[in-house]
T-cell receptor, first 114, second 115 residues
Framework: GAVVSQHPSWVICKSGTSVKIECRSL??????MFWYRQFPKQSLMLMAT?????????EQGVEKDKFLINHASLTLSTLTVTSAHPEDSSFYIC??????????FGPGTRLTVL | GDSVTQMEGPVTLSEEAFLTINCTYT??????LFWYVQYPGEGLQLLLK?????DKGSNKGFEATYRKETTSFHLEKGSVQVSDSAVYFC??????????????FGTGTQLKVEL
């Protein structure tokens, strides 16, 4: 199947700093990328949907000014957690899809904010 | 809104035992249903899916049948192996606010298979 990578796989940062997470589709062009957040022992919650070349659409309750999403090319989307705080510590997972087809998931990024 | 409920884990089985992981859903319309598997240190992988009522999805010995009357999509395997140890997620597809298929996930069920 198609391969999606995320970088970094884990990151530790100080409160108040910003962190950027990259999501890449390695062998296909992703017209749509999704960003999810997963808390321990909970399900993946969709944060936003990103279509290449347009602004991301955020799910209800997700702060768009805090979680900045850029989808500048068909193979790369980035999520920037701005002014991170300990409550933002979580597992962030992206997925990529071509057209309305199956989503392929990245391995996730563990963010810990001290 | 859409929701998925699946049995809590961890589920611990001996090799060659029969596996059932229950999954029920609530949704508007007629969603597609999925089972994803997450092996340690890896991303979610699609295990199987069913797109309409009474469809049976199957892969690697796993099966699940889309039951509209009971709004269920239980995962089964007749004989599990140690290599099946992973976290299993039930999910359904709907429409995201940004367009495209939005996946709503259950909480995941960890399966441990022992020799």
């Amino acid at each position: 199947g198609a391969v999606v990578s995320q970088h970094p796989s884990w990151v530790i940062c100080k409160s108040g700093t910003s962190v950027k997470i990259e999501c890449r589709s390695l062998d296909f062009q992703a017209t749509t990328m999704f960003w999810y957040r997963q808390f321990p022992k909970q399900s993946l919650m969709l944060m936003a949907t990103s279509n290449e070349g347009s602004k991301a659409t955020y799910e209800q309750g997700v702060e768009k000014d805090k979680f900045l999403i850029n989808h500048a090319s068909l193979t790369l989307s980035t999520l920037t957690v701005t002014s991170a705080h300990p409550e933002d510590s979580s597992f962030y997972i992206c997925s990529a899809a071509s057209g309305g087809n199956e989503q392929f998931f990245g391995p996730g990024t563990r963010l810990t904010v001290l | 809104g859409d929701s998925v409920t699946q049995m809590e884990g961890p589920v611990t089985l001996s090799e060659e035992a029969f596996l059932t992981i229950n999954c029920t859903y609530t949704a508007t319309g007629y969603p597609s249903l999925f089972w994803y598997v997450q092996y340690p240190g890896e991303g979610l992988q699609l295990l199987l899916k069913a797109t309409k009522a009474d469809d049976k999805g199957s892969n690697k010995g796993f099966e699940a049948t889309y039951r509209k009357e009971t709004t269920s999509f239980h995962l089964e395997k007749g004989s599990v192996q140690v290599s099946d140890s992973a976290v299993y997620f039930c999910a359904l597809s709907g429409q995201s606010t940004g367009g495209g298929n939005k996946l709503t996930f259950g909480t995941g069920t960890q399966l441990k298979v022992e020799l």
